[in-house]
């Protein structure tokens, strides 16, 4: 089968997940035998590369900047890019172009901002299946964030916002398939009549990292090792965490802290003379096993709505429990007590409390890591590979 996979970005360029998901798809489609057809985007440069059954479309979209960097920009300059974006016809008819030259039986579609959202109509006009995956709430919210706390504000339920949605749902239409990795995201778009045709299914993301023979093993020391592994922005509660972890000024706690992104510098000046909170900045993915094996417990403090993220599974591939902010598609994942902590999403007291259990009941917390890998029913490559080879065939 010949499938083609759309993205807004493919290693090496990278900054989330959804990257990691549709990269090891790749890879495990062409150990499956399959011809695998990628278009993603690129600040500069458009080439095409071609080894063996897999090609790879790297575009570069015409618009007042690059995806990944709207943080850079004023409110009014994202909300053009966001319109230019929703119905960029060069960059649509590019990617008709390249349909029709490769001919897939099947289209599946990821993240699609900067890709231009006028492909699945292109997909519907050319009658190739197709399928969708949702990673996040940016079909109702361009930024593809919403703060848990300000679920309700205006910002988030004004007129603007309900236009928005209204335009994407009209985008978007009912692709054969819409696949998300949590109950929780099928629900949000159901509720705000999306993909009202289209069969949906839950299926969890894979692993994208395991742990392998001869990796070390956990050191016990004294000091209870924390890690945040992430991107470094405010909504993504790592601020929020610091500055609780500062609080509790207990030096049989360790927090490292691996990532980057707009706010690396003011985690940096939090923990300026902290020697308790490490701050590694980027690490490449292959040294991430080594990080994991001597991780007690992997900290996910989200203030934002979260679908279901792929660290929390790495995690639990390494025996590693998780103390997480209790958002819908987070807390579906965490079992309270066995594989993982949750507390009330910004509530600095909750936070501190679970902090100072892990650190003073060491012995539970270990107790409980033994049962993590349980978590992984059902998530390996191989499994993921095989549930998304039988919903191509059923859309075909």
């Known amino acids: 089968m010949k499938i083609c996979l759309i993205n807004n970005l493919y290693p090496p360029h990278a900054r989330g997940g959804a990257e990691q998901?549709?990269?090891?798809?790749?890879q495990g489609l062409l150990e499956a035998g399959h011809e695998v057809v990628v278009i993603t985007t690129v600040p500069e440069g458009p080439h095409v590369w071609r080894e063996g059954r897999l090609t790879i479309y790297r575009?570069?979209?015409?618009?007042l900047f690059f995806y990944t960097n709207a943080h850079q920009h004023r409110f009014l300059t994202r909300a053009l890019w966001h319109l230019l974006d929703m119905f960029h016809f060069p960059l649509a008819r590019r990617v008709a172009e390249i349909l029709r030259q490769e001919k897939p039986e099947v289209a599946h579609t990821h993240n699609l901002m900067g890709v231009s959202f006028l492909a699945p109509r292109i997909i519907r006009r050319l009658g190739i299946r197709h399928l969708h995956t949702v990673h996040d709430v940016q079909l109702v919210e361009p930024s593809g964030i919403i703060l848990k706390?300000?679920?309700?504000n205006w910002r988030y339920r004004g007129l603007p916002t309900r236009a928005y949605t209204a335009i994407m749902r009209r985008l978007m239409g009912s692709p054969d398939v819409v696949?998300?990795?949590?109950?929780?995201?099928?629900?949000?778009y159901e509720k705000r009549q999306f993909f009202a045709n289209s069969k949906r299914v839950v299926l969890r993301n894979p692993v994208t990292l395991v742990k392998?023979?001869?990796?070390?093993?956990r050191e016990q020391g004294d000091a209870l090792q924390f890690l945040y592994l992430g991107q470094i922005e405010e909504h993504k509660g790592l601020l929020f965490l610091v500055n609780v972890f500062r609080s509790i000024g207990n030096d049989k706690a360790?927090?490292?802290?691996?990532g980057t992104g707009s706010q690396l510098e003011r985690v940096k000046q939090l923990a300026l003379g902290m020697n308790t909170i490490i701050v590694h900045g980027k690490m490449e993915r292959e040294k991430l096993p080594e990080l994991f094996a001597q991780a007690d417990v992997l900290i996910v403090p989200s203030l934002c709505y979260e679908n279901s993220p792929t660290v929390i599974f790495e995690a639990f591939s390494f025996g590693v429990p998780v103390l997480a902010s209790r958002v819908e598609g987070v807390a579906e994942l965490i079992r309270e007590g066995e594989n993982g902590l949750t507390f009330e999403t910004g509530n600095a007291a909750s936070l501190k409390e679970k902090l100072i259990w892990c650190v003073e009941q060491r012995e539970n917390l270990l107790a409980m890591s033994k049962k993590t890998a349980q978590s992984l029913d059902g998530l390996s490559e191989r499994d993921y590979i095989e549930r998304l080879q039988g919903l191509y065939q059923l859309s075909i």
């Open 21 to 26: 998901v549709v990269y090891k798809t790749v």
């Open 149 to 152: 706390a300000k679920e309700n």
């Open 254 to 258: 360790v927090l490292h802290v691996v």
């Open 212 to 217: 392998e023979q001869g990796t070390g093993n």
């Open 59 to 63: 575009v570069a979209p015409k618009n």
């Open 179 to 188: 696949i998300s990795p949590s109950q929780f995201l099928l629900d949000f």
